[in-house]
């Protein structure tokens, strides 16, 4: 099974226990990947995976199993912070540095919120991301839930003059063709 990893894994992990008691002997292998869960699944690398964006409904039977708000962040004390109000714009943010996410699958130029004209420091995880972020190297868009604390801290500042936030669905998905063995038919309808 494959999950993005900007979905929190609080609700997978007490269905892979579920799993792991009903079943034993089985071995589950648990990849975090970044914009790749459909490739994955149609490339045969998973038999089941949660990811976002959802472009090929037609190849898949999937379930929404969650939503996540992402906002776009910089830390406190960025030099964006320092501009007045009124130039506090993306294309003033695109002087600095974009911290993205590379796709898992190497050769994938998939990419979601990203603005062409700035810089752009790749990570390949969502921990790296929110450590560049907080230490001041750029901005970018993190899951809500991630960072709470650091919102509330001020550690982190939400650029909501900017845009408020930017919802994200999350999907169950498999091949429609590809039949779920007893496990990943477990998983499936544990959610």
């Not at 992990?13 to 034993?24: D, E, L, Q, S, V």
């Not at 379930?63 to 912070?81: C, I, Q, T």
């Not at 994200?168 to 959610?191: M, N, P, R, Y």
Request: charged share 25%; aromatic share 8%; with cysteine.
């Amino acid at each position: 099974i494959s999950v993005s990893g900007i979905y929190g894994l609080d609700r997978l992990y007490p269905i892979i226990k579920n799993a792991m008691a009903r079943y034993p002997s089985t071995e589950i292998i648990l990849e975090r990947e970044v914009l790749s869960g459909e490739k994955m699944l149609l490339n045969d690398r998973v038999d089941l995976a949660i990811f976002e964006d959802l472009s090929s409904i037609k190849n898949f039977d999937y379930k929404v199993v969650g939503k996540v708000d992402m906002y776009l962040v910089v830390a406190k004390g960025h030099p964006f912070l320092d501009l007045p109000k009124k130039q506090q714009n993306f294309k003033s943010l695109a002087q600095f540095p974009q911290i993205i996410q590379r796709s898992t699958i190497p050769d994938d130029s998939t990419s979601i919120g990203v603005i062409e004209e700035s810089l752009k420091w790749r990570v390949t995880d969502t921990p790296s991301k929110k450590e560049i972020i907080l230490n001041g190297f750029g901005w970018g868009r993190l899951p809500c839930s991630l960072i709470e604390k650091e919102l509330k801290k001020g550690q982190l500042i939400h650029l909501k003059h900017l845009e408020s936030k930017v919802p994200v669905t999350f999907c169950l998905g498999h091949k429609k063709e590809h039949h779920l063995g007893e496990v990943a038919q477990f998983i499936w309808d544990s959610f």
